[in-house]
T-cell receptor, first 112, second 112 residues
């Protein structure tokens, strides 16, 4: 069966520090991969998605970037965090577009 | 402009008291409507996919239906373990490509 791993579960970072969140999927090949941010009282906002290695689509202009160095690995990064980057970050995978997305347990990021 | 609107924002039910959650959408080019359940501090868990008006899906006490402008999640005789936030999401195709929208959810509390 397929599993998705996301880490760390919780992260506290100072403003201006770098960020790297990692997500890996097991049990499937060539999945679509997604990064979302969930703010309190707001719906999930799609940040990036990827249909293959090295292929990244950005949905909103922001201080973050994403990379997919391997088929089942998706990384969310920032060179300098802002206070507004705080939130709950979720990674997800699907077999293709218009298929259900399956989510990891998220990373709670707090910026001080 | 909100593409996906869920109502009510919060719902409290007595155990065994059936009700419905609503998800209305304004996107054109719908390619799929998805229901998820999210427990506090966790990632969303996939429940149902609906692809065309008139389609229905059922699982235990939950039943999802779809019309051209909205979807309903019917909960029959709910139990306390059904307490969670229920999220609705749509995927659509537009001139700019694939679109992904999540609603802000309905927080359901089932009282024993």
């Amino acid at each position: 069966s397929q599993t998705i791993h996301q880490w760390p579960a919780t992260l506290v970072q100072p403003v201006g520090s770098p960020l790297s969140l990692e997500c890996t999927v097991e049990g499937t090949s060539n999945p679509n991969l997604y990064w979302y941010r969930q703010a309190a009282g707001r719906g999930l906002q799609l940040l990036f998605y990827s249909v293959g290695i090295g292929q990244i689509s950005s949905e909103v202009p922001q201080n973050l970037s994403a990379s997919r160095p391997q088929d089942r690995q998706f990384i969310l990064s920032s060179k300098k965090l802002l206070l507004s980057d705080s939130g709950f970050y979720l990674c997800a995978w699907s077999e293709g577009f218009y298929q259900p997305q399956h989510f990891g347990d998220g990373t709670r990021l707090s910026i001080l | 402009e909100d593409q996906v609107t869920q109502s009510p924002e919060a719902l409290r039910l007595q155990e065994g008291e059936s009700s419905s959650l609503n998800c209305s959408y304004t996107v054109s080019g719908l390619r799929g409507l998805f229901w998820y359940r999210q427990d506090p501090g966790k990632g969303p868990e996939f429940l149902f996919t609906l692809y065309s008006a008139g389609e229905e899906k059922e699982k235990e006490r939950l039943k999802a239906t779809l019309t051209k402008k909205e979807s309903f999640l019917h909960i029959t005789a709910p139990k306390p373990e059904d307490s969670a936030t229920y999220l609705c999401a749509v995927q659509a195709v537009s001139e700019t490509g694939n679109q992904f929208y999540f609603g802000t959810g309905t927080s359901l509390t089932v009282i024993p």
